[in-house]
């Protein structure tokens, strides 16, 4: 088992790690739409959404993964509403490559963001932390 942590990404805001790679998979930790320097960015899902597929971009890097390893996501939403917003900028991150996804309602999350994502990945097995 192997602990991923990025300069690239936001530090966790609690006791956990970024990601982990166990048995040649990438499990992440729930992104949110802080910065590199754990500065929430924007207020709107738009700009939240990126961030949150940024962030996550970075992790998977560190892990020596990308979203075309992709298999499984969790979107948090705060508002439902938000839905059809946070799709458009999804799908702009998986084109062809369309992992299984789950989206659920929550009453809020940290830091007031809107968002939250985590993913479960197959890891590339030439790669070494």
Do not use: W
Not at 20 to 39: F, K
Not at 47 to 54: A, D, E, I, P, S
Not at 90 to 105: C, E, I, L
Not at 118 to 126: L, R
């Amino acid at each position: 088992m192997r602990f991923i942590e990025t300069r690239n990404a936001p530090p966790a805001i609690g006791p956990y790690t970024q990601a982990i790679v166990a048995n040649g998979m990438v499990y992440t930790s729930g992104q949110v739409p802080l910065d590199e320097h754990g500065r929430v960015v924007a207020d709107d899902i738009v700009n939240q959404t990126h961030q949150v597929l940024k962030n996550l971009f970075y992790v998977l890097e560190a892990s020596g993964a990308t979203f075309s390893d992709v298999i499984k996501t969790t979107v948090y939403l705060t508002d439902m509403g938000n839905f059809l917003k946070m799709n458009e900028i999804y799908a702009h991150y998986f084109q062809d490559h369309k992992p299984v996804r789950s989206t659920v309602a929550v009453k809020e999350l940290p830091k007031g963001v809107l968002i939250e994502m985590d993913c479960v990945a197959v890891a590339n097995a030439n790669f070494h932390v």
